[in-house]
């Protein structure tokens, strides 16, 4: 019994894919769900965000290796992904929370992470399949739906003034995107281009 429970607590992708499915076509009542969830972020950055972007650098290796790139390129260019959506899910939420106060929202590290691994689920899922072919990238374009899922469960998690929600979210999604970019870019530039 205590294995079984042991089991449990790790990856389950019949939960993941659940949520996946629930907070992209029907985000409201999702956040409803996911604020009454505790903030343990082991259990939402190991048994989420990992097992996606994993997906996605799986399917990186398939389009790079399946491309112009060696296989040994390939499976750089997808534990780079791995490594800079992980890392960057998480310094984006230490940055976030930083920023907090200064839109008199209080400074909660727990809940700023829940928000934004959970809100960058489209980012994630759609890069999946983006990444299967260069033919297919554009689908990473469905990214973009992740700012409106930061934009409704951002008064759900945290209490934010409805003036201060707009430059909010918008800061926050330039910390994101400019914190993911630049440790991509590092770690490219560290494992991949110095082997080509």
């Known amino acids: 019994m205590h294995e079984r ?24 009542t999702e956040w409803d769900k996911i604020v009454l969830e505790a903030n343990d972020q082991n259990q939402i950055i190991i048994n989420y965000a990992v097992p996606l972007a994993a997906l996605g650098a799986i399917t990186a290796f398939i389009g790079k290796a399946a491309g112009d790139l060696s296989v040994y390129q390939g499976f750089m260019v997808a534990i780079v992904y791995l490594l800079s959506m992980i890392a960057g899910l998480y ?66 998690l945290l209490t934010v ?9 918008m800061v926050a999604a330039l910390v994101i995107l400019s914190i993911t970019f630049v440790l991509n870019f590092i770690l490219q530039s560290i494992f991949v281009s110095a082997n080509i």
Do not use: C
Request: proline share 5%; glycine share 6%; no cysteine.
């Open 5 to 28: 429970t042991k089991i449990q607590q790790y990856m389950d992708f019949k939960q993941i894919w659940e949520r996946v499915k629930q907070i992209i076509t029907s985000p409201n």
């Open 91 to 156: 310094v984006s939420a230490v940055v976030i929370s930083e920023l907090a106060p200064a839109f008199e929202i209080n400074k909660d590290f727990g809940v700023t992470l829940k928000l934004i691994v959970y809100s960058s689920t489209a980012a994630l899922a759609s890069a999946v399949i983006a990444h299967l072919h260069p033919g297919l990238s554009f689908i990473g374009l469905f990214g973009l739906y992740s700012v409106y899922l930061f934009w409704v469960g951002l008064p759900k």
């Open 161 to 169: 003034p409805e003036d201060k929600r707009i430059g909010f979210v």
